[in-house]
């Protein structure tokens, strides 16, 4: 007998595919927020993952595309004012410039998305791919990874000023900004797939696509870890940093 | 021996494919806006019409999906901000919904989208189809038919209202806002196209798309005219108005 569970303990089941697979939890970023990293890979993680960046409002206007209510364009709407936002120097993206540069980066390098790793690419390819493809559920689903966002970013922005002397405060402007978005987003999601996820078939698919877009988060740090830290074999084409 | 042809040129031929293909000129909208239609046909029209209409924001949500330039992205994000507007009752969407309302249609009927005709949905769904699978020049070229708007709308509210004693001037809101929006949308988009088609192929390319976006609308119009003008044929699950 196939029952579908009650929306909290969907959530419940939700939280708890972030706290085993959330990315904050990779080594990568354990080694990030501890100081243990040298400037040269902090420059290879921020160029990398600006690439991801780059990518969201374009999953966000997918998901957008795919929406029949006005009410829920709206609201999502309101992610690509975050990410583009309303004038040249403005949105996550440029705040996301801010910190390359600062971290000594060519900006047109970081821009031009070259360099970055070929694992990165396809794992930010493929969660753009997802929302395009699945189910408009599954593709609001995908997008709940913010939910483990705010306590982990507190605590990453912590670290990297308590140990990196090339890290300003200024240079984390992105990661303020996220702490305020992304739990009003993580609502909007988390009460969106409570609401309309009211088979088993559909809530098994809502906890799959959230798996998905952790595996896809953890694949980037992955190739990060294998590029930069161990074995520190950096694929050809990819950044190589200059204190190497 | 194949050359591009100037800027000037592409726009001079892109004029003139709306000169000969603009749905405007279509029998049924003659009929409309010379006031040979009864009400129940004017009524046929607005509840198609807006099925088309409710598929705008999904056509630019794709449009802005596909595009990698912030720049772009901010412009094109206003036409989600015309179409949906930042509350209840703004918007494109809600202004047509005064309009069919208007007209006596029941809101839900309308919103539901039953009732429309298959070959409007096919031909509308064709349109999205189009701009999420094409080119993004291509896509952005599928827009143009705007680019002929504005003298066609404020002829067709001149005579809906001269014509029409169940047609009042605030139901047409719709048309002007539009008549507004489109200029500065049309403007855009003509200026991109201009600059990125570069190549005989991708001009070639820019002229298919606008012919296969008048081709969408006019098919539109072909089939109000079959069901609700002449021959008359409604098919099977379609509008049917009262005063039949």
């Known amino acids: 007998l196939n029952l579908p569970v009650a929306p909290e303990e969907l959530e419940r089941r939700l939280r708890e595919i972030g706290r085993e697979r959330s990315h ?37 206007a997918a998901i957008l595309s795919r929406a029949r209510d006005v009410e829920f364009r709206r609201a999502w709407r309101q992610r690509l004012v975050d990410q583009d936002g ?11 410039l801010l910190l390359t540069e600062s971290l000594g980066l060519d ?20 969660n753009l791919r997802f929302v395009r493809e699945r189910s ?30 090339f890290v ?10 996220r702490m305020e978005q992304a739990p009003r987003e993580s609502a909007f999601a988390l ?3 409570k609401r ?4 088993p078939e559909q809530q098994e698919a809502v906890m799959g696509a959230l798996i998905f877009k952790c595996d896809t988060l953890w694949a980037q740090l992955d190739a990060l870890f294998h590029a930069y830290v161990q074995p520190g074999q950096i694929p050809a084409g990819a950044f190589v940093p200059e204190d190497r």
């Open 196 to 199: 309309e996820a009211r088979t």
């Open 168 to 177: 300003r405060q200024e240079a984390l402007a992105y990661f303020q900004a």
């Open 24 to 60: 904050h939890r990779h080594p990568f970023h354990r080694l990030l927020q501890e100081g243990r990293l040298g400037r040269g890979q902090v420059q290879a993680w921020a160029l990398n993952r600006f690439y991801y960046q780059s990518l969201i409002p374009l999953k966000d």
């Open 107 to 126: 900006r047109e390098l970081v821009v031009s998305c070259q360099g970055v790793l070929p694992a990165v690419r396809f794992a930010a390819e493929a």
């Open 191 to 193: 009460g969106f797939v």
């Open 136 to 165: 408009l559920l599954e593709a609001v689903a995908s997008s709940l990874t913010e939910l483990f966002a705010p306590g982990a970013l507190a605590e990453r922005v912590a670290g990297m000023l308590a140990h990196y002397d």
């Open 86 to 96: 309303d004038t040249e120097g403005e949105g996550a993206i440029a705040r996301w």
